[in-house]
């Protein structure tokens, strides 16, 4: 698999006017001098949920999809445009897992980056400590093949590629 690459070595041509002179205009943007037009590579929102179940174990989720297929995830995606990080949340959970947010609580927000389309995708993941209505008889859906129990300290670090995601865990070591 090559290696994602940043949005600036991607655009090559201005979405606009066609102009092969696009050009780079600081770290995250690039404007175009025939047309004037301005492109910045902005941040996408993404929402994980921290779930315990009652022995103390934490909910992750195997992948069913590339990018990191077959790896660890905690449960969760991207932020919709106009949507809330509760929207999002409460969206993702139903459609990953067929169940209701019961209660949800922010946590702690990592940078990412998500290799896409030989691209890679900013991400800034906000971590919620999620209640759902039951963790009985759920079935894992949409982009996630099974979901598994861990202790926090027991997550093998190299099944969960995110750096993001291993923040989380660090983080949630550090408080349990
Ligand atoms: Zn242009």
């Known amino acids: ?25 600081g770290d995250r943007s690039k404007k175009c001098p025939h047309c004037g037009f301005h492109y910045f590579f902005n941040t996408s929102a993404a929402v994980a949920a921290i779930i315990f179940d009652p022995e103390g174990k934490i909910m992750l989720a195997r992948r069913a999809v590339d990018p990191h297929k077959g790896q660890l995830d905690f449960p969760g995606g991207f932020v919709d445009p106009m949507e809330t990080a509760e929207e999002a949340l409460t969206r993702e959970i139903q459609e990953e897992l067929g169940t209701s947010v019961k209660k949800m609580t922010y946590f702690a927000s990592f940078p990412n980056t998500y290799p896409f389309a030989g691209m890679e995708v900013m991400t800034l993941d906000l971590a919620f400590l999620v209640e759902l209505e039951t963790l009985t008889g759920l079935k894992p859906m949409d982009d996630i093949a099974s979901i598994e129990f861990y202790h926090p300290s027991e997550v093998n670090l190299d099944e969960l590629p995110a750096q993001s995601m291993k923040n989380i865990l660090k983080k949630l070591n550090e408080h349990t």
Do not use: D, W, Y
């Not at 949005?7 to 205009?25: D, E, V």
């Open 1 to 25: 698999m090559t290696q994602a690459q940043h949005p600036n070595k991607i655009f090559k041509f201005c979405p606009s006017c066609g102009s092969t002179q696009l050009r780079q205009s």
